[in-house]
C-alpha cells in the first residue's frame, strides 16, 4: 500500500494566486482529514469527510478556503485567493472508520510571497 | 474531548527506556488515549492507544493509570530515530467520532 500520497511536496506562489492541494486516500478508507500546520498554531484540523461528505469544516479560517472530494479516493483544498499568512505545511490523513488510527502524507509546504 | 498535560521536552539517552508522561485528569469513561508521534518534516505517525488496559505493540507500552486521570508512553530502548515530538490525545469513542485534535506534544531528544 502506497499510503496517504500528497502532491505537490512544495509549493511557492505569489499572494494572489490560486493553490490547488492534492491529496489521495488510501485504498479502502472512507474518510478524510486536512490539518494546516504553523510554528505558532501548531496542528489545527481544517475540515474532515466522511463517505465524500464534509462532515465538519469549523477549522477552515475563512471563505477562501474550499475543500472537496469528487470521488472516494481523492480530495483537494484550495485557496484562492492566496496570501502570505497562509505559509504553512498542509497535511492530509486518511481512516477507515472511527477510533481507527489516521495515517497521514508527507504534506504540502506552501510558501506565499 | 478532554484536555491534555505533557512537558515541553524531554531527553533521553540513547538505548535508555524513554518514559512520556501525559496527565488527562478530566478524562470521561468513553475516551480513548492516543499517542501520536511527529518526526522532523513528516506527517504524524499513530503509535499506539488505549482505554484503560496497559497495551503494547512492536514500537511502545502505553501504562494508563487506574484513575485514568494520566498514562505514561513508553519507548524501551530509544535510539536517534526516536527524536521527536510526541502528541497525546485523548478522544470520545463512537460512530460519530473521527477526528484528533493536537496539543503541543513533547519534544524529546534522544542523545547519543
Known amino acids: 500500500d502506497a499510503g496517504v500520497i500528497q502532491s505537490p511536496r512544495h509549493e511557492v506562489t505569489e499572494m494572489g494566486q490560486e493553490v490547488t492541494l492534492r491529496c489521495k486516500l488510501i485504498s479502502g478508507h472512507n474518510s478524510l482529514f486536512w490539518y494546516r500546520q504553523t510554528m505558532m498554531r501548531g496542528l489545527e484540523l481544517l475540515i474532515y469527510f466522511n463517505n465524500n461528505v464534509p462532515i465538519d469544516d469549523s477549522g477552515m479560517p475563512e471563505d477562501r478556503f474550499s475543500a472537496k472530494m469528487p470521488n472516494a479516493s481523492f480530495s483537494t483544498l484550495k485557496i484562492q485567493p492566496s496570501e502570505p499568512r497562509d505559509s504553512a505545511v498542509y497535511f492530509c490523513?486518511?481512516?477507515?472508520?472511527?477510533?481507527?488510527?489516521?495515517?497521514f502524507g508527507s504534506g504540502t509546504q506552501l510558501s506565499v510571497l | 474531548d478532554a484536555k491534555t498535560t505533557q512537558p515541553p521536552s524531554m531527553d533521553c539517552a540513547e538505548g535508555r527506556a524513554a518514559n512520556l508522561p501525559c496527565n488527562h485528569s478530566t478524562i470521561s469513561g468513553n475516551e480513548y488515549v492516543y499517542w501520536y508521534r511527529q518526526i522532523h518534516s513528516q506527517g504524524p505517525q499513530y503509535i499506539i492507544h488505549g482505554l484503560k488496559n496497559n497495551e503494547t505493540n512492536e514500537m511502545a507500552s502505553l501504562i494508563i493509570t487506574e484513575d485514568r486521570k494520566s498514562s505514561t508512553l513508553i519507548l524501551p530502548h530509544a535510539t536517534l530515530r526516536d527524536t521527536a515530538v510526541y502528541y497525546c490525545i485523548v478522544r470520545v469513542a463512537g460512530a460519530g467520532s473521527y477526528q484528533l485534535t493536537f496539543g503541543k506534544g513533547t519534544k524529546l531528544s534522544v542523545i547519543p
Open positions: 490523513a486518511s481512516t477507515g472508520g472511527p477510533n481507527e488510527k489516521l495515517f
